[in-house]
């Protein structure tokens, strides 16, 4: 399973991947919520009392129950949910999900992977949604200014596209050196296939090898 989480003002997609339902509410909401206050801070400064004050949701059980509405409470996060099978009330997350499996769906026919790692393909749509995508200024309270996308409202820092390469592309993974051989004319990396940019170490990427499996 995939969570998806969009910030209401900037529009910022965040995604966790789940085995199970049940461990929406004690694993990822609280990382989200705890990284989320400490991403503000670091952009607005400690002084300001910036915090997530409420999440809107689905009606899912997993949303309601006594697990989830505890950790909201012990934030002073307040909760609200759209009625039963009406997901048009949740419209923003419902469009956000849309956007992000529609590239899903168009990377994984560009480059010819297999669905099981389509986990890495929700990890590259959102890398460019991020950074191509924004709120319409009138949502911002002024219809003069210019386009500024989610990255850019979030973080203050300019958004950068060159360093997302195409999913499925030819890459090198450069082999560590204990790998070199001093007897045979070998290649210093291994032919691999690019995976998108790292989700946890900025600047590295991910690239599947398929001679080592990995």
């Not at 705890?34 to 915090?51: M, P, Q, T, V, Y």
Request: aromatic share 10%; charged share 25%; proline share 5%.
């Amino acid at each position: 399973y995939a969570l998806v989480l969009v910030d209401d003002f900037t529009r910022y997609k965040w995604v966790y991947f789940m085995r199970k339902k049940s461990e929406a509410p004690a694993d990822y909401t609280r990382t989200f919520l705890s990284s989320f206050n400490a991403l503000i801070a670091k952009r607005f400064g400690a002084d300001e009392a910036f915090s997530v004050a409420a999440i809107h949701t689905d009606n899912a059980g997993e949303f309601l129950s006594r697990e989830y509405t505890d950790l909201l409470d012990a934030e002073n996060v307040a909760q609200s949910a759209c009625p039963p099978h009406v997901h048009e009330l949740n419209g923003m997350a419902e469009r956000a999900i849309r956007s992000i499996f529609t590239m899903v769906r168009s990377n994984m026919v560009a480059s010819h992977v297999k669905p099981g790692m389509w986990p890495h393909l929700v990890r590259h749509s959102l890398d460019g949604l991020n950074r191509c995508t924004g709120p319409a200024a009138d949502n911002l309270g002024d219809t003069d200014a210019e386009f500024t996308s989610s990255f850019e409202l979030l973080t203050g820092g300019k958004s950068k596209v060159m360093g997302i390469l195409p999913f499925g592309c030819r890459a090198f993974a450069v082999k560590p050196r204990e790998n070199f051989s001093k007897t045979r004319l070998e290649a210093r990396a291994w032919v691999g296939v690019n995976l998108g940019r790292s989700a946890c170490t900025p600047g590295a990427y991910e690239i599947y090898v398929p001679t080592l499996k990995k």
